[in-house]
């Protein structure tokens, strides 16, 4: 018979690679347009209507990438650390609406509009998060849960035009940009040490990114604007492989 002493930890650097899946919510990845129509100072503003995504803008996509952090084991087998991981995403949505629109009142080009569509387009090639990770040790067992900081980099391409009679009035609304965003992730996983040094991990994470408001510019009619808010949203189920620099400490077994 063996009992187990185990001097078994966690502590230390590590680094490896990950691959999974990303699955967008009913919300997820949207182009969602809210606000006011804004406009000069001689022409009253006007709300949009609230309209989620459509369905052209859900999906999944694979998602593979590198990691890398640090362990620091109490002496109650309470496991702290942090982590950072950098992931390719392949997504290109896109999705549109139409919608009937309270004809806007006022002087200006767009009196009488009676229409609203709608079409964009949404690149997010790659993301990143930066977390806190606590667990407890289990042997060579550690399941944890994590929470941080997420980013990541996208671009899009939107249009938009108000409709008289089916007919477009006071030009199309465009633009094209794109940049680097901030948001957060949060999640939980079980990291299992096959050998000293290495651990197979599956993990969940929730990742919202927020790539903030676009401005949409008519330039048959300079200075009237559209307001619109682009959100990121994903559920990742994803499997690691870690090496440790060091190993986790050799076991101690008294027969």
Do not use: C
Request: aromatic content about 12%; overall charge positive; charged content about 10%.
């Amino acid at each position: 018979m063996y009992a187990p002493v185990s001097t078994n930890s966690w502590s230390g650097f590590y680094a490896g690679i990950n691959a999974g899946m990303a699955f967008t919510g009913s919300n997820g990845n949207g182009i969602l347009p809210s606000g006011s129509f804004l406009t000069p100072g001689a022409f009253p503003q006007a709300a949009l209507p609230a309209i989620g995504n459509s369905n052209g803008v859900k999906g999944s996509s694979g998602t593979f990438g590198i990691q890398a952090g640090y362990n620091w084991q109490l002496n109650n087998g309470v496991v702290i650390g942090t982590e950072a991981d950098i992931n390719w995403r392949g997504r290109n949505r896109s999705g549109g609406f139409g919608t009937a629109f309270v004809p806007l009142g006022g002087a200006g080009p767009f009196t009488g509009s009676n229409g609203f569509a709608y079409f964009g387009q949404n690149r997010s090639e790659w993301f990143g998060t930066l977390r806190s990770r606590v667990g407890v040790a289990l042997d060579r067992a550690l399941p944890y849960v994590t929470a941080g900081l997420a980013y990541g980099g996208t671009g899009t391409s939107n249009s938009a035009m108000f409709t008289t009679n089916g007919a477009m009035t006071g030009g199309p609304f465009v633009t094209q940009n794109g940049g680097s965003n901030f948001g957060w992730a949060a999640g939980a996983g079980l990291e299992y040490a096959f050998t000293n040094n290495i651990s197979l991990k599956a993990e969940y994470l929730y990742v919202n990114i927020d790539h903030g408001t676009r401005m949409l510019v008519n330039p048959t009619n300079p200075g009237y604007l559209l307001v619109n808010r682009n959100e990121d949203r994903m559920h990742i189920l994803r499997a690691g492989l870690n090496y440790r620099f060091g190993g986790i400490g050799q076991g101690i077994f008294a027969q």
